[in-house]
C-alpha cells in the first residue's frame, strides 16, 4: 500500500470525581473517531492522463471536520464499457496537494490535515479506457464506493465500444464531412481488425456501399474526395490527433471510383493506403475500411 506518514495527535480530557465516581480523575488518552465521509469531487469522467480534482472530508460524530483521520483509498474493481473485468489497465496516480508528493498505486494510505481534508488529483495516465471503482475508508470502517472513468482516444463514444473512449467521429475537409470507420458491434464486417482493444469491421467495396447508404444515409466517398482528407489528414494525423484506426493492416480505405480492365468482369475500385499516400485498384471481394460521406441533418 502506498501511504504517507504522519505525527500521531491525541486528545486527553479530565474529569472530575465529583461526576462520576466510577471514573478516575483522569481519562486515559481519546481518540476522537470518523462517523461520516465526503467526497467532492469536480468531474467523475476524464480523458486518460487529465487530472480529477477532489477533496476528501472526514467528519466525527458531532459534525465536526476530523483532523489527522486515516483514510485508505483502494481499488475494488476495473471494468470495461462492456462491463468485463479488465487487469490489463494502468496503476492510478494520486497526488497529494498538501505533501506535494505523487504516489502510484491501487491502494494508498492518507491523513487528513487540521481542517479535515485531503486535498488530492487522481490520474491514469496508462489506462485504457475503463471505470475503475474505488472504495474512501476514514478510519477502517466509515465507507464510501464511487466510480471513475477515464476515456481514450482511440475508442468511440458508443454503447458498442469495448472501451470507454472520446474519439472524434466526424472529420470536415473542404466541408465534406467524413465518419469514422465502424465498429464490428455497430455492422458485421466480412473481415475484423484487432485495434488498441477496439473490433474494427472491414468491408467488401458491396458491402461498404450498403453500409454507407442504408446505415450512414451517405455514401463511400469517390478518390478526389478521399484523396483530400488523406492530404488533410494523414496516417499519424488521423490516428494521433483523432484516434482513427487507420494505420498498420487496417490503412486501405475504399473509394467509390472505379477503372474497368478488359481482363476483370466488374470494375476495379480505387483505395487509398493512409499508410503509404498510395491510390491502388481492388477487386470488389477485398475487405478494407470504409469512411462514409455523410450529411448531416439539420
Keep these: 500500500m502506498t501511504s504517507e506518514t504522519t505525527a500521531n495527535i491525541k486528545f486527553g480530557v479530565k474529569i472530575n470525581k465529583k461526576v462520576n465516581k466510577n471514573l478516575h480523575d483522569f481519562v486515559s488518552i481519546i481518540n476522537p473517531s470518523a462517523d461520516n465521509i465526503q467526497i467532492v469531487a469536480d468531474k467523475f469522467i476524464a480523458r486518460v492522463g487529465d487530472p480529477i480534482s477532489m477533496t476528501i472530508l472526514v467528519f466525527d460524530k458531532k459534525g465536526s471536520r476530523l483532523g489527522n483521520a486515516a483514510v485508505r483509498i483502494e481499488t475494488v474493481s476495473i471494468r470495461d464499457r462492456q462491463g468485463r473485468i479488465r487487469k490489463d489497465s494502468g496503476l492510478l496516480h494520486i497526488f497529494n496537494l498538501r505533501t506535494k508528493r505523487v504516489y502510484i498505486g491501487r491502494k494508498f494510505l492518507f491523513y487528513t490535515n487540521s481542517f479535515g481534508q485531503i486535498p488530492i488529483r487522481m ?167 470504409v469512411v462514409c460521406q455523410i450529411k448531416l441533418k439539420k
Excluded at 454503447?159 to 472529420?171: E, Q, S, V
Excluded at 490516428?239 to 473509394?255: K, M, Q
Design 123 to 289: 490520474s491514469d495516465p496508462q489506462g485504457i479506457g475503463v471505470k475503475t471503482e474505488i472504495d474512501f475508508i476514514a478510519d477502517n470502517y466509515i465507507r464510501k464506493r464511487l466510480s471513475f472513468t477515464y476515456t481514450v482516444l482511440t475508442s468511440p463514444d458508443t454503447i458498442h465500444a469495448n472501451m470507454y473512449g472520446h474519439m472524434t467521429d466526424i472529420i470536415d475537409v473542404n466541408g465534406f464531412k467524413f465518419f469514422r470507420p465502424a465498429l464490428m458491434q455497430e455492422f458485421r464486417g466480412d473481415v475484423v481488425r484487432h485495434h488498441l482493444n477496439e473490433d474494427w469491421a472491414a468491408l467488401t467495396w458491396d458491402n461498404a456501399v450498403f453500409y454507407c447508404k442504408n446505415i450512414k444515409n451517405g455514401e463511400v466517398p469517390d478518390k478526389f474526395k478521399l484523396a483530400s482528407l488523406l492530404a488533410e489528414h494523414p496516417s499519424d494525423d488521423i490516428f494521433g490527433n483523432y484516434g482513427w484506426p487507420l494505420t498498420t493492416d487496417f490503412a486501405e480505405v475504399w473509394s467509390s471510383s472505379w477503372t474497368i480492365r478488359a481482363y476483370m468482369p466488374r470494375p476495379l475500385y480505387y483505395y487509398y493506403n493512409f499508410v503509404t499516400k498510395e491510390e491502388v485498384e481492388g477487386i470488389n471481394s477485398s475487405s478494407f475500411a
